[in-house]
């Protein structure tokens, strides 16, 4: 295997590795079956051999126009970026909300990290729910949720009942932080995922940032509770396209060798029987025939499509899809995602837990809504940053794959880490040394952005790893990765008094270093990915555990 990456020794095929283009060596999985069989993509992408194969129903969410699977994007996006702000968007006005309510900045903040809390203990609850009732039900669940929470948030009088509409706000929020990159693996191909996982990344890291830049003028010029009205308003106006236009993308598909054999069995006894059909019979009457001959199920009726809930969607018992999470979080994978994603994410939490604190004081002495203008800079570089990541990693993997005779590894993903790296190696040590050294604001404000940026970056590689190595494990991988909000927790409750104990200096001179720790990681994820992917797979009693029954 070329570039370091390691054979392996023990599987011909190893999971994960997908055949991308046609190429004179085509893997094993593929040998026995025709090459005409095999769907590939259209225009500039006929090329490539469409990874996962999809059925010839109608219903299977990967044939579904890619005009209405981006809606669903757009949709599900938009309100994972208004979760993303709900969380940060009142640090500009820590100081006057703290005065307002009797209580202390610092007090304030730990409430920041209640709210994070509940999104990690609530994955736990709802991504094994979306597992095994769909993933509808779920976002229904949280948009409902969320728009009770900004409600019950904007009217309440003391700390306690604002405490308390924002831990049930976070129950809500888990969903749309988690559960988006799995509705992107059902509807698109392993070709076009990275593009849209940067999208999500684009809306849910833009509401972070912009959120706070926004709320800034709102908290001085309306007052701090019209935050929250404002997201009771977005959540009213987007809980109604979630109703109509976000459908049940999980579905139950057969393997493609399955299918062939299915359809050459039904093409035989199509052959056979010809002479006895005079008329249809009622089972003719569920199923129509598409363009290849192959007889599937009808196609749903918009109606139908906006029904609740649509079944059961695995048949595992309950008790072990939420012992899943916790097993998978030991991959290596998912635990080098887990660190790289988590603690980025963690540490990029604390610059809006700690920036009303240093700007709104000398030598910057921001108000409220210049203190929200900060967050100008990482709007702006994560915009960029995800417009650029998407592409740049689907054009990497898609490199690769062609210089390795048209075969795709799951760790052809990871090379934009190198860029993501060192943006945030400036990021993190810049803003501490700028603000002890007291330099003019552009430097921490420009560091601030070019830390948000890494992660932007950096999440295109972390989640299509994730989504292509463990595809089945998906849910329970992102569950795992998004335990980080049990670190962020603990790190907000106790991040300004180390700040006011340690100084800014020396605060994110360990939160850099810890970042330059996990990114080395993905070395040896590199080099040793495709074993451990293979050691993985021969364990028959994980197998038999992590996988459908």
């Not at 703290?98 to 203990?121: M, P, Y």
């Not at 929200?372 to 702006?380: D, E, Q, R, Y």
Request: hydrophobic residues 45%; charged residues 15%.
């Amino acid at each position: 295997m070329p570039w370091g990456i390691l054979d392996d020794k023990h599987m011909d095929r190893v999971p994960g590795n997908i055949i991308l283009a046609d190429q004179t060596d085509v893997p094993e999985e593929y040998r026995n079956i025709s090459r005409h069989l095999l769907k590939h993509g259209t225009g500039k992408y006929s090329h490539i051999i469409l990874a996962p194969q999809p059925s010839d129903s109608p219903n299977d969410p990967l044939n579904w126009p890619t005009w209405r699977k981006d809606l669903i994007l757009v949709i599900v996006g938009l309100s994972a970026g208004v979760v993303g702000a709900y969380g940060p968007m009142l640090s500009p006005g820590f100081v006057e909300i703290a005065a307002a309510l009797n209580i202390t900045v610092n007090t304030l903040s730990q409430a920041t990290a209640w709210v994070i809390l509940l999104i990690g203990i609530s994955l736990f609850i709802f991504n094994p729910l979306a597992k095994k009732i769909g993933r509808r039900p779920v976002y229904l669940m949280s948009s409902i949720i969320m728009l009770s929470g900004s409600i019950w948030g904007a009217l309440a009088k003391d700390y306690n009942s604002f405490l308390g509409s924002r831990m049930w706000s976070g129950l809500g929020m888990a969903p749309y932080e988690v559960l988006v990159q799995c509705t992107i693996a059902d509807i698109y191909y392993v070709h076009q995922r990275a593009t849209r996982i940067a999208l999500w990344n684009m809306f849910l890291l833009c509401g972070i940032s912009g959120g706070a830049l926004i709320a800034g003028y709102i908290i001085e010029d309306q007052g701090w509770q019209w935050t929250l009205i404002w997201c009771a308003i977005i959540f009213g106006a987007l809980l109604p396209l979630v109703i109509l236009f976000v459908p049940e993308t999980a579905y139950r598909r057969s393997s493609y060798e399955r299918q062939l054999a299915a359809n050459s069995t039904i093409r035989r006894d199509e052959k056979s029987d010809s002479s006895k059909k005079d008329a249809p019979s009622e089972q003719e009457e569920k199923v129509e025939s598409v363009e290849t001959g192959v007889v599937t199920e009808r196609k749903e009726s918009f109606v139908r499509s906006m029904r609740l809930w649509g079944g059961i969607y695995t048949d595992t018992p309950l008790w072990k899809v939420f012992m899943r999470p916790f097993v998978v979080f030991f991959y290596p994978g998912v635990l080098w995602g887990f660190l790289l994603y988590g603690i980025t994410l963690s540490w990029i939490v604390v610059f809006s837990v700690v920036n009303a604190v240093i700007f709104t004081a000398p030598p910057y002495n921001f108000s409220v809504s210049e203190t929200g203008l900060i967050s100008l800079s990482p709007f702006i570089l994560t915009f960029i940053g995800e417009v650029v990541s998407g592409p740049l990693n689907d054009w990497v993997c898609l490199y690769l794959a062609k210089k390795n005779h048209g075969i795709y590894l799951p760790e052809f993903r990871l090379p934009p880490i190198i860029i993501s790296f060192l943006i945030g190696i400036v990021g993190f040590f810049g803003f501490g040394a700028t603000v002890h050294f007291q330099t003019h604001w552009t430097g921490p404000v420009l560091c601030f952005g070019l830390a948000n940026m890494s992660l932007a970056i950096s999440n295109a590689s972390i989640f299509g790893y994730i989504i292509d190595a463990h595809k089945e494990l998906s849910e329970e991988a992102f569950v795992a990765i998004n335990a980080r909000n049990l670190l962020t927790f603990g790190l907000t409750y106790f991040v300004n008094d180390w700040l006011a104990r340690d100084g800014v200096l020396a605060v994110f001179n360990v939160l850099g270093s810890v970042f330059i720790a996990v990114n080395v990681l993905t070395i040896p994820l590199w080099i040793f990915g495709q074993r451990i992917r293979s050691y993985i797979a021969r364990n028959e009693a994980l197998h038999r555990f992590m996988h459908e029954d």
